[in-house]
């Protein structure tokens, strides 16, 4: 399991909106600093690498990552979903990319 203590601001500056994130496991967020979904509790840590920001977003409070979205320099942006599987593996699943603007 990745923890964002691991990741000094989770700054991956190989993550971008070609990654691959089958190997990066669970994601434990911290110390998330935003409130995305507006009910009160932060949930979501914005943060950049050297290609891209990303939004990581804790939806169900549970201290892991649910889901990322990324975009990169160039607009291009891309979202996973972290997913448990019903045989108990978990694995991120791509579920949205494309270009803003072009």
């Given at each position: ?40 509790r ?15 977003t ?33 694995e991120?699943v ?9």
């Amino acid at each position: 399991m990745v923890a964002s203590g691991d990741l000094p601001g989770l700054d991956l500056p190989n993550l971008d909106t070609h990654s691959e994130l089958g190997a990066l496991g669970a994601v434990e967020l911290t110390h998330p600093l935003q409130d995305i979904d507006g009910d009160g509790r932060l949930d979501t840590l914005t943060t950049n690498g050297d290609r891209a920001m990303h939004v990581w977003t804790d939806l169900d409070h549970d201290g892991y990552a649910d889901h990322v979205t990324v975009v990169d320099e160039g607009g291009d942006y891309a979202a996973w979903e972290f997913r448990h599987n019903t045989d108990g593996t978990s694995e991120w699943v791509r579920t949205d990319g494309g270009s803003l603007g072009g």
